[in-house]
């Protein structure tokens, strides 16, 4: 399950919680609402710490090699406009 889905339940979990006044014999919509709620919290703390280990550091001192190209000279007469 990805944020989106713990978002998804989050917001479903608020909605029993909060917007909803049914009653339903056996079921206490309120309880099952903070159930998704806190099952959701759970879900987007997990999905962040794995997302912050699959950061890739590049690990200290190494050497950042940039290439080098070969400036050309264009100014409208070397190559072949001007004439």
């Known amino acids: ?3 989106g889905g713990c978002i ?3 917001a479903a ?3 029993l919680t909060f917007a909803t006044d049914w009653d339903m014999q056996g079921v206490n919509l309120d309880l099952v609402g903070i159930i998704l709620m806190i099952v959701g919290l759970i879900g ?6 794995i997302a912050r280990r699959r950061r890739v550091v590049m690990p200290p001192n190494t050497p950042v090699v940039e290439e080098q190209r070969p400036h050309s000279r264009r100014d409208g007469y070397s190559d072949g406009y001007g004439v």
Do not use: C, D, E, Q
């Open 8 to 10: 998804i339940l989050i």
């Open 1 to 3: 399950m990805g944020l």
């Open 13 to 15: 979990g608020a909605i």
């Open 44 to 49: 987007v703390s997990t999905f962040s710490s």
